[in-house]
């Protein structure tokens, strides 16, 4: 555990210097600028769009982080080759491909943590526990993004993983508009394949808390524990899987 | 006794999904003496970095077997190994000191007291110990190499591997890389490098394995290989074309 924790140090430090990190982070700083402003143009709702403006701030920046920095953590590793010499010491690869991923996700809980600290206080410090909540929702999502776009980086080209996270992401989120059309289209094939999806993809609707309802309306714990366990059994699996791909991945850099 | 034993090694790439694969190694087979400096030779692209990744499992052969020690590699063998890559890219935003911190951490865990000593013992032998709090990104290229020689050393390797070590370095860098070597072969390490550097060959190693497209053409010992040639240059151009047929 300790030489994955010190594989998870160092990839925090090496991804906090990245400058697509600093992009997302402006990003999120300009909307979250950009939710204060609209939140004043409002008659009676400005703390109601601050928080959607903010929370909806938050997702996109965590989505883009894991998915461009979780598309290219092991790619930037083989081909720079770096690997090799943490390698060469005694380190399993699991090790290392677990301590990749925590890095990833040590940074993802700072940044997302900060960035709420940040609402609660300019929201007027509402309801701390469904301010987590929220944090947890949004960070669950992108862990799962995560562990799908660091499996697929395992196999193909950082681009490609990307876009399938992205694909990913947007189906997942989908999953009952989907279903919802396919039962009205009552297309058969329709229906199928969004049943499939349905058992295939992780239900993100149900992840669905970044409003300023969920600040009003709170969720219960064991509403959290149930989204917890989930997260986790989709995430291990993911995990698992590229791990699989990784044991045995020949650690040649793309021509 | 053999550090290493190399059994009859293939390897084949795919250079796409549909694309039939390129065979670069051909039953690879070599043994590295234990306290003896090993030369590995070869023009480029003709095997040599293959070779080296398929040993230590960066790379997995469709055949064959490396042993070290008459056993697979495992944790504990890996302790007792140092490796250098060809032309390694290091995190530049860590100082030297902070590197070899990160790669005592891998190894086996011992004191802060133990790591300042080897650490210090290192950054004196590659002659770096002015550059101790310097930051990677502002290191030359010869001093990154030599960073890398003393990462490779810190835990007293009982072998050491090198990729190219000297290739890309100026002078004084090949003079001071090669001091490092003939300094621990001399202490009984048992040395493994490649080149195409073939003075330095010449200079440094005991044994010579020579590869050519892929194949062994020759493993033994470095006078063997030398008779009756002026330098080993000379004798690499005639073996070499002699052996191949």
């Not at chain 1, 903010?54 to 979780?70: D, H, K, P």
Request: hydrophobic share 45%; net charge positive; aromatic share 12%.
């Amino acid at each position: 555990m300790k030489r994955t924790w010190v594989i998870a140090r160092n990839t925090f430090k090496e991804l906090i210097r990245e400058k697509i990190f600093f992009v997302f982070a402006a990003v999120a700083c300009l909307i979250f600028l950009l939710a204060l402003l609209l939140g004043q143009l409002s008659f009676s709702e400005q703390n109601k769009i601050f928080l959607d403006v903010s929370f909806f701030a938050i997702e996109m920046t965590m989505l883009g982080l894991s998915l461009f920095l979780g598309g290219s953590l092991l790619r930037r590793e083989v081909d720079r080759q770096t690997c090799l010499l943490i390698l060469a010491r005694p380190i399993s690869r699991f090790e290392f491909l677990l301590g990749q991923l925590l890095g990833l996700v040590l940074l993802q809980i700072i940044f997302g943590i900060l960035l709420h600290i940040l609402i609660w206080c300019s929201s007027g410090f509402g309801s701390g526990w469904a301010h987590f909540c929220v944090f947890l929702s949004i960070f669950y999502k992108s862990l799962m993004v995560q562990c799908f776009v660091l499996l697929l980086s395992t196999s193909v080209r950082s681009s490609l993983a990307i876009s399938a996270g992205l694909v990913f992401y947007l189906l997942s989120n989908a999953l009952n508009d989907l279903s919802f059309a396919a039962k009205k289209s009552k297309d058969e094939f329709f229906i199928l394949i969004t049943n499939i999806m349905g058992v295939c993809l992780p239900h993100f609707d149900q992840l669905n808390l970044k409003t300023s309802w969920t600040i009003e309306n709170p969720p219960h714990a064991d509403q959290i524990l149930f989204f917890t366990l989930q997260t986790s059994l989709w995430s291990i699996f993911l995990f698992l899987l590229a791990y699989i791909f990784w044991r045995k991945k020949d650690l040649v850099p793309t021509n | 006794m053999d550090a290493v034993r190399v059994q009859n090694l293939s390897k084949s790439f795919s250079s796409g999904a549909f694309r039939k694969p390129t065979q670069v190694l051909f039953d690879v087979s070599f043994n590295l003496i234990q306290g003896r400096t090993t030369g590995f030779i070869g023009g480029n692209g003709q095997g040599k970095t293959t070779t080296l990744k398929c040993i230590l499992e960066f790379v997995f052969p469709d055949k064959g077997e490396v042993l070290f020690w008459e056993k697979n590699l495992s944790k504990e063998s890996r302790l007792k190994i140092g490796y250098l890559p060809e032309r390694p890219y290091f995190y530049g935003y860590l100082t030297a000191f902070e590197f070899l911190k990160l790669h005592w951490d891998l190894g086996k865990s011992s004191s802060s007291k133990e790591f300042k000593e080897s650490a210090d013992q290192a950054l004196q032998r590659v002659d770096l110990s002015v550059a101790r709090d310097l930051k990677l990104s502002q290191f030359s290229k010869g001093m990154l190499q030599r960073i890398g020689l003393a990462q490779a050393l810190l835990h007293k390797p009982e072998l050491l591997i090198l990729d190219e070590p000297v290739s890309g370095l100026d002078p004084d860098g090949r003079w001071i890389v090669k001091e490092i070597l003939h300094e621990q072969k001399k202490m009984g390490m048992t040395l493994f490098f490649s080149s195409h550097l073939l003075q330095d060959m010449d200079d440094l190693c005991d044994d010579l394995v020579v590869i050519d497209h892929g194949r062994i053409i020759f493993t033994g010992p470095t006078a063997e290989f030398k008779k009756n040639h002026r330098d080993l240059e000379a004798a690499f151009q005639a073996n070499r074309k002699r052996l191949s047929k």
